[in-house]
C-alpha cells in the first residue's frame, strides 16, 4: 500500500502530484494557502493550470516586522491594507532581485502580472497573522461527497524549490488527502481565511514591478552613472566636515579630505592601507585627520592611538596630535622601543598592546624585514586583537603604514609590510585573497632578474604592474603634485590659499675626472676591494671558520650570516671610496686596525666574539683584557653568542686569511697616503658659484648638501670654510642634530613661524635630515655621493621639494659615481632596478638617480595625469559634476536597481571586442568583478578602467531591444565569478598545504606534539598556533617553532619543555577569538553573486 506521504525525493514531488491530479479529474478550482509566493516561480504552474477556470491563491506575509515597527512607536498594530500590500511588495521585489537570470523567469513574473490584470487568478493577502499554514485544495465545479476532490497540505511554499519544480527542490514533508470530510475542512478553512483578507489589485502589481529592473527601461548614459555611483561609492560626496574642525593654523585642502575619507574606507575594509602621497604633500597631517574621524566613529572615549615613529620626527608628531586635540587618546613610541609594548615591560608608560585600536606607523618602510626583532614586535602590536569595545565593530585593529617609498626595494618588501594588517593565505582584497600564491612567484622573477648579467627592465616593469593593479590600488592612498594640478577642484582650492608646488628640474649630474695616477690607483684598489683573491673581509666571518662543534652551539646559518657581512664590508668600502677620499682613508685604516686586533687576539690566544658588543671601540677606550673579559661575560648571559673563545676553537685556516687580508690592507693604505689631492672637491669649488649658488637659479643663496659618510661631511665643512665665511656654514650629524634643530628650522623652513632667520647659507649634513623636517627655503641640493638606496635619494629631494616652497623651480644635482666602481660591483645596476621598481609600482615626481631612468607617472591615487589613474579621476570628477548639476537625476539613477540592463549600438571601432557581446559588473561581499563576454562566448576578467570607457555613453544616447544571447553572456559571466571565487576560498582553506617548507614542517610539528601530550591546555595551544599558521597571521611562528624543533632534535630541550616553550608562545600570539562570527562564515562561503548591470553590444 502507497503511502500519502511524499517528500519531494526521487521524482516524487508535489509539482509531480499537481500534474498527475489535474490530468486525472480536471479541476474547476486551484485554492493556495502559503507562508511564501515566488513570481519567478509561476510559469511552471502556469502551464499545468491553464485549464484551471478559477485560482485562488492567498499569501500569508511576516506580520511580526509590522507588529514591531508599531510597537517601536508605542503604538498598537491593527490590520492595514496598505502596510500589508507594502510588506508584499517588499517580498515581491526580493523575489526579482534574487530569481535566476533567464528569460523564462522573466517572462514567468510578466505571465504572472497579466493574469493579476485579466482576472485569470485572483490573489489574496493575509493581513491578521503570519500564515505558516500551507494546503492546495483542488475542487470540481460542484463539489460534494460524491465528486473528485483533492488536499495537499505540509510543508511546501508555492516556490520554485517548494513544489519542486527545480533541479534542487527542497526537502519538504507533504500529505495528499481526498477524503470529503478533509477536503471540506479545508475548503471552510480557505473561506474563512479568504474572507478576511486584502485583495492585491492589478494595479497593485504594476506599481510593484515599475520598482524593480524588468519593468523600467533604461538608458547607456543611465548605466554609466549607476556603475561610476557603484564603484567610487562614498567618495563621490565631497564632505569636509567628516573629520570635525581643523585647527585654526591648518588649511582645509580637498584633496586631503578626499585622502581622508578614501583611507577611512580602507580601514574598515582592509584594517589597513598604505598612506603614500609623495614627499612634501602633508602624510602626517592626513594620517592626523584620519586618526580624529575615526575617533568620531569609534567613540573618543573609547579610542585609543599608537603612534611609531623615527626619533627625529616624534615631536613633530607630538605637535599635530596636539593641536588636534588627540594626545590624551595616543601613545608615540620610537622604532627601537616597540618591546615595551609588545613585551609588555615598560605599562608605566604605555598601554596593554590590546587595548590599542588604531596604530600608525611613520616611515613604515623600515619595517620590511620580516626577520627583524623591531618586525616582530610591530606585527604583534598591530595584529593582537583590540580587547576596547569601541562603536567600530570587531576586534581586528586599524593600521596605517605612512611613507612615500613603501617599496623601497624589492617586491617582498611590500609582501612583509602588508602583513601588518593583512593574513597572507587569508588576506581581504579582491583581486588575491591568498598573498603568499600570489607574491612567491613575482618574487622568484624578480631575483632571477636581478641575479642575470643584464637588466631586463620591461620584465621588471611587469612584476611591479600586476603589484600595482592587484595589490596596491586597493590598499593605497597616493597622488603626485602633477595629480593635484590636473584635476581642477584640487587645483582651484591649492590657487585660494596660496600654495606653490615648485617644477623639478630634470637631474644634472656632475662628473669628476681622475688623474692617470690616481686612476691607476682608483683601479687597483677596486679590484682590491672587490677581488676575494686579495680582500676576503676575514675579520667578519670569525664564526664561518670555528669548529663546527662550536659553530653549531653557539650560532646558526655561520656561513650565510658571515658572507652577508663581508658583502657588505665590501659595499661600504666602495662607497666611501666613491664619497670622497678623506672618508676612504678613514674607512681603509679602520678595517686595517681591526683586523691587525683581531691577529693579536690569536697571538694572545683570546679571540672575542661579541655581536652586542663593540670590541674595537672598547680597545680604542684603552680598556684592559681584563675589563673587556668582564663586559663580553656580563653579555654573555643574556645571550650565549658573546663569547671569548681560544685560537684552537678556528680552523687554522682563518688566521691565514687574516694575515692575508691585513697585508692586502697594510699596501693600500700606504699608496693612499700619497694622494693628495682631490679632484672631487676641485670640481665642487669649480661649480660652486657658477652653477650651486648662481642667483638666477638660486635666489636663496642656500644650498643643501647630502652625504653618506660623516668623514666626508667633515671635510667639506673643512674645505668649504676656506672659501666662504664658516659661520654661514652648518654641518649636521646625529651628534648635533637635536641640538641645532631649531637654528635649522630658522634658517631653511619656510614654514616656521617663530621668527626666521638668515645665518646660515650651506648646510651640509649627513642622512640625518633625509627625513623629518622641512628645508625648502632652499631650492637647491646636491648630492655630494650617492646612496645606493634609492629611498634615500627620494626623502632627499624631499626635504626642499614641499608644499609652501618659495622658489619655483627645485634643482637636484649628483655627483656621479665612477665606472670602475659600478663595473666591478654592480652596485649601479642593482640601484637602478631597484629604483625603477618603486617608479614602476608606485610613479614618482621626478629622476632622482640617472638620466637613463625612466620615469614612470602611476599616480595610483584615484586621480592622475594620463593613462590608468588619470582616468580615474577623470570620472570620479564626471560623476561628481554631474550630481552637483543634476541632483534629482543623480538620486533617480542612483535608486536604479541591480539587474540594470540595456543593449546598445557598438559604434566605437576600437570596441571590437565586446561586437555581439557583453560588458557585465557583478559583486558579492567578498569581491567585486569586471567582465568582458565576446560573440565567442569567451569570458574574460576587465578592470573598472575598462570597463567604463565600454559603458561611457553621452545623455541622447538610446538602447536597444535586448538580444536573446544576453541572457546566455550575463549567466557565463555569473559562472565565471563564482568559480572566481570559490577557487579563492580553495586556495584559502587548502593553501597551507602548499605553503613554504617552514609553514609545513611548523604544522607537523604541533601536530606531533598535540598527540603526544597530555595536558588539555597544550592540545589547546597546538591547535590555536596552527589555526594562526594556516592564516599566515604571524610571519614569525614558523621560524620560532623550527628552532624549537632543531633544539629537541639536538637534544639540548625535553618534550616537557617543549610543551612550556609551546604555551609561552600562545601567550605571546595566540590571544584572538579563533571562531568565526556567523557573517565571516557567510561571507567565506556565499559564491552567488550580485548583478548590478550589464550592457550587450549589437551590430
Not at 478550482?29 to 509561476?42: H, I, K, L, M, N
Not at 511588495?89 to 523564462?104: G, L, N, P, R, V
Not at 681584563?626 to 685556516?653: C, G, M, Q, T, Y
Not at 604571524?1034 to 628552532?1043: D, G, L, R, S
Request: with cysteine; net charge neutral; hydrophobic share 35%.
Amino acid at each position: 500500500m502507497s503511502s500519502k506521504f511524499f517528500t519531494n525525493t526521487e521524482g516524487n514531488t508535489l509539482f509531480k502530484k499537481f500534474e498527475g491530479i489535474l490530468k486525472a479529474m480536471k479541476p474547476h478550482s486551484f485554492q493556495a494557502v502559503s507562508a511564501y509566493f515566488r513570481s519567478s516561480g509561476y510559469f511552471k504552474m502556469r502551464e499545468i493550470l491553464k485549464e484551471v477556470e478559477e485560482i485562488k491563491i492567498l499569501v500569508g506575509i511576516n506580520v511580526d516586522n509590522l507588529v514591531f515597527e508599531a510597537q517601536r512607536r508605542g503604538m498598537i498594530y491593527f490590520s492595514n491594507a496598505n502596510k500589508t500590500k507594502e510588506e508584499f511588495e517588499k517580498e515581491f521585489i526580493k523575489d526579482i532581485k534574487e530569481a535566476k537570470y533567464t528569460k523564462e523567469v522573466e517572462d514567468s513574473i510578466l505571465s504572472f502580472i497579466q493574469d493579476i490584470a485579466d482576472k485569470r487568478i485572483e490573489v489574496r493577502i493575509h493581513n491578521s497573522h503570519s500564515i505558516h499554514a500551507k494546503f492546495y485544495i483542488l475542487l470540481p465545479k460542484e463539489h460534494s461527497e460524491y465528486t473528485d476532490g483533492w488536499v495537499i497540505m505540509g510543508s511546501s511554499n508555492l516556490t520554485d524549490a517548494g513544489i519542486g519544480s527545480k533541479k534542487a527542490p527542497n526537502y519538504e514533508l507533504n500529505i495528499a488527502l481526498k477524503d470529503f470530510d478533509d477536503v471540506q475542512f479545508a475548503k471552510d478553512e480557505f473561506a474563512k481565511l479568504w474572507a478576511n483578507s486584502d485583495i492585491l489589485e492589478p494595479t497593485d502589481v504594476q506599481s510593484f514591478v515599475k520598482n524593480t529592473y524588468i519593468g523600467q527601461e533604461f538608458t547607456p548614459f543611465d548605466l554609466f552613472i549607476k556603475l561610476l555611483i557603484e564603484y567610487f561609492g562614498k567618495n563621490i560626496d565631497y564632505d569636509p566636515n567628516t573629520i570635525g574642525d581643523l585647527p585654526s593654523n591648518y588649511k582645509k585642502l580637498s584633496y586631503q579630505i578626499d585622502a581622508v575619507n578614501q583611507g577611512f574606507d580602507m580601514l574598515l575594509k582592509h584594517n589597513g592601507f598604505f598612506l603614500a602621497d609623495v614627499v612634501g604633500l602633508g602624510k602626517t597631517l592626513v594620517a592626523s585627520m584620519i586618526a580624529k574621524r575615526f575617533c568620531i566613529a569609534n567613540g573618543f572615549e573609547q579610542t585609543k592611538i599608537l603612534v611609531v615613529t623615527p626619533p627625529a620626527v616624534e615631536s613633530n608628531w607630538k605637535q599635530t596630535f596636539k593641536s588636534f586635540r588627540l594626545d590624551k587618546n595616543t601613545k608615540f613610541i620610537t622604532n627601537g622601543s616597540l618591546s615595551k609594548i609588545a613585551d609588555g615591560t615598560d605599562l608605566d608608560n604605555y598601554w596593554e598592546v590590546d587595548e590599542y585600536d588604531l596604530i600608525l606607523v611613520d616611515e613604515a618602510h623600515k619595517y620590511r624585514n620580516h626577520t627583524s626583532q623591531g618586525f616582530n614586535h610591530l606585527q604583534r602590536i598591530c595584529k593582537i586583537p583590540r580587547s576596547n569595545e569601541g562603536l567600530i565593530e570587531g576586534d581586528k585593529k586599524k593600521v596605517i603604514l605612512i611613507s612615500a617609498t613603501p617599496l623601497n626595494n624589492r617586491p617582498e618588501d611590500l609582501y612583509y609590510q602588508l602583513q601588518l594588517f593583512q593574513d597572507i593565505r587569508k588576506s581581504t582584497l579582491e583581486k588575491v585573497s591568498n598573498l603568499q600564491h600570489f607574491f612567491s612567484p613575482l618574487i622568484q622573477k624578480y631575483r632571477e632578474i636581478m641575479d642575470a648579467k643584464t637588466t631586463d627592465i620591461e620584465a621588471i616593469r611587469e612584476i611591479y604592474k600586476q603589484i600595482r593593479e592587484k595589490v596596491i590600488a586597493e590598499i593605497t592612498v597616493r597622488r603626485t603634485r602633477r595629480d593635484l594640478k590636473k584635476y581642477p577642484k584640487y587645483l582651484e582650492d591649492i590657487k585660494q590659499q596660496g600654495i606653490i608646488f615648485p617644477e623639478i628640474a630634470p637631474l644634472q649630474t656632475i662628473e669628476y675626472y681622475l688623474n692617470p695616477t690616481i686612476s691607476k690607483l682608483f683601479y687597483k684598489t677596486i679590484l682590491s676591494l672587490t677581488d676575494d683573491d686579495k680582500i676576503n673581509y676575514y675579520r667578519y666571518q670569525a664564526i664561518r671558520f670555528l669548529k663546527k662543534d662550536i659553530q653549531e652551539e653557539y650560532y646558526s646559518q655561520a656561513e650565510r650570516v658571515s658572507q652577508s657581512l663581508a658583502a657588505i664590508m665590501k659595499t661600504l668600502m666602495v662607497k666611501r671610496l666613491e664619497s670622497s677620499f678623506v672618508a676612504f682613508k678613514n674607512t681603509l685604516e679602520n678595517l686595517l686596525k681591526s683586523t691587525q686586533r683581531m691577529i693579536e687576539m690569536f697571538a694572545n690566544n683570546k679571540v672575542y666574539i661579541a655581536p652586542d658588543l663593540n670590541i674595537n671601540a672598547l680597545f680604542e677606550k684603552g680598556l684592559s683584557e681584563e675589563e673587556i673579559d668582564e663586559i663580553v661575560l656580563s653579555k654573555n648571559v643574556e645571550n650565549a653568542r658573546n663569547n671569548i673563545f681560544s685560537a684552537d676553537d678556528f680552523d687554522p685556516s682563518f688566521l691565514i686569511g687574516l694575515e692575508k687580508d691585513a697585508k692586502s690592507l697594510k699596501n693600500l693604505v700606504e699608496e693612499w697616503k700619497n694622494v693628495t689631492n682631490d679632484p672631487k672637491i676641485e670640481k665642487l669649488f669649480d661649480i660652486l658659484d657658477t652653477v650651486l649658488l648662481d642667483r638666477d637659479k638660486n635666489p636663496s643663496q642656500q644650498l643643501i648638501i647630502f652625504t653618506e659618510s660623516n668623514d666626508t661631511a667633515n671635510y667639506l665643512n673643512e674645505k668649504l670654510s676656506e672659501v666662504i665665511d664658516p659661520k654661514k656654514i652648518l654641518k649636521i650629524s646625529s651628534e648635533n642634530r637635536n641640538k641645532v634643530f631649531e637654528q635649522i628650522q630658522a634658517n631653511f623652513d619656510a614654514n616656521y613661524t617663530k621668527g626666521r632667520k638668515n645665518d646660515l647659507k650651506i648646510l651640509i649634513t649627513t642622512d640625518v635630515l633625509a627625513e623629518g623636517i622641512n628645508l625648502h627655503r632652499a631650492n637647491v641640493l646636491l648630492n655630494y655621493d650617492t646612496p645606493w638606496n634609492a629611498t634615500r635619494l627620494m626623502q632627499r629631494l624631499g626635504r626642499i621639494n614641499r608644499i609652501g616652497s618659495e622658489t619655483g623651480v627645485i634643482y637636484n644635482y649628483l655627483f656621479y659615481p665612477s665606472a670602475q666602481g659600478d663595473e666591478e660591483i654592480r652596485l649601479y645596476k642593482k640601484a637602478y632596478v631597484k629604483l625603477q621598481g618603486f617608479h614602476s609600482a608606485f610613479g614618482e615626481d621626478a629622476q632622482v638617480f640617472t638620466k637613463e631612468e625612466l620615469v614612470e607617472q602611476f599616480e595610483l591615487f584615484k586621480e592622475g595625469e594620463e593613462g590608468e589613474e588619470d582616468k580615474r579621476l577623470y570620472y570620479l570628477r564626471l560623476v561628481r559634476e554631474f550630481k552637483d548639476a543634476h541632483p534629482s537625476e543623480f538620486k533617480r539613477i542612483a535608486k536604479i536597481p541591480f539587474k540594470a540592463r540595456t543593449a546598445r549600438k557598438n559604434k566605437n571601432t576600437s570596441f571590437d571586442d565586446v561586437k555581439d557581446g557583453s560588458i557585465i559588473f557583478m559583486k558579492s561581499p567578498y569581491k567585486r568583478e569586471f567582465y568582458r563576454v565576446n560573440a565567442q562566448k569567451e569570458v574574460e576578467n576587465i578592470d573598472f578602467l575598462e570597463a567604463a570607457e565600454r559603458f561611457e555613453a553621452s545623455f541622447t544616447e538610446k538602447g536597444y531591444e535586448l538580444p536573446i544571447s544576453h541572457y546566455t553572456d550575463v549567466n557565463l559571466a555569473q559562472q565565471s565569478f563564482e568559480k572566481d571565487l570559490s577557487h579563492a576560498h580553495t586556495h584559502m582553506v587548502t593553501s597551507v598545504d602548499k605553503a613554504d617548507g617552514n609553514t609545513m614542517h611548523a604544522k607537523k610539528f604541533l601536530r606531533e606534539i598535540k598527540s603526544i601530550s597530555h595536558q588539555e591546555e597544550v592540545k589547546i595551544a597546538c591547535d590555536q598556533l596552527s589555526k594562526l599558521i594556516d592564516k599566515g597571521t604571524f610571519t614569525a611562528i614558523p621560524n620560532e617553532i623550527k628552532k624549537i624543533r632543531q633544539q629537541l632534535e639536538k637534544q639540548k630541550i625535553t618534550y616537557g619543555q617543549v610543551q612550556n616553550m609551546i604555551l609561552t608562545m600562545t601567550k605571546k600570539y595566540a590571544t584572538a577569538s579563533f571562531e568565526e562570527t556567523k557573517e565571516q562564515k557567510e561571507k567565506m562561503i556565499d559564491f552567488t553573486p550580485e548583478i548590478v548591470i550589464s550592457e550587450t553590444f549589437i551590430k
